[in-house]
């Protein structure tokens, strides 16, 4: 960052700052335009519960900080800067901003949910060979005869095919949860009905 942009930063008045966080631009601003009301919105239905293991709740953490203390700064000084060009009707650059900032303020919500209704899975390994959330299982594809593969259980807010970490939520989790080792199951697919064997739960 250079010296210019430092300054647009430190000129960032308490209301430029408000306007970024609200979500809404200078012709949008209602009487509700404080810093929760997105996230109550969210939250004042029903409220599904956010399966993570600790260190998942930390990254959901880390990135609402990043997001709240950084981006949203960015965006607030992206704003006022645009909003300087003059005429918002074609203002491009204005678009931008307002459309970068619906998404971060989107996800700021989302976070801000996830995390309140947050519940930490328990990462013990389970003694009755049971499949549960935060169970490290290895399946074997009856139906392809491909090699058996290894995953680790997780809620669906942290899951990871690449990680090898798939979500209670998936087809396979689904098919699996609960079941015991040594369990046959049928999961449904796109192609098709495949057949999978617990070789290993731990």
Known sequence: MNDDDSKKE??????????????????DVTDDDDDNGAARAVVSGDEQET??????????KDELEELENVRRREVAARLKEAISFGDLS??????????????????ISELKRMIKTAKLITEKKSSGKIVKIGSTVTIQNLTDK??????TIVGSTEADPTAAKISNESPIGLAIIDQEQG????????????????????
């Open 90 to 107: 074609e203002n491009s650059e204005y678009e931008d901003a307002k459309n970068e900032q619906a998404l971060v303020e989107g996800r």
């Open 146 to 151: 491909d090699p058996a593969e290894t995953y």
């Open 10 to 27: 430190e000129d960032l008045t308490e209301e430029d700052l408000a306007i970024a966080g609200s979500g809404l631009g200078d012709d």
């Open 51 to 60: 399966l993570v293991t600790r260190e998942g709740l930390k990254k959901l």
């Open 183 to 202: 369990a046959e199951v049928t999961v449904a697919a796109p192609a098709g009905e495949l057949k999978y064997k617990i070789v290993k739960v731990s």
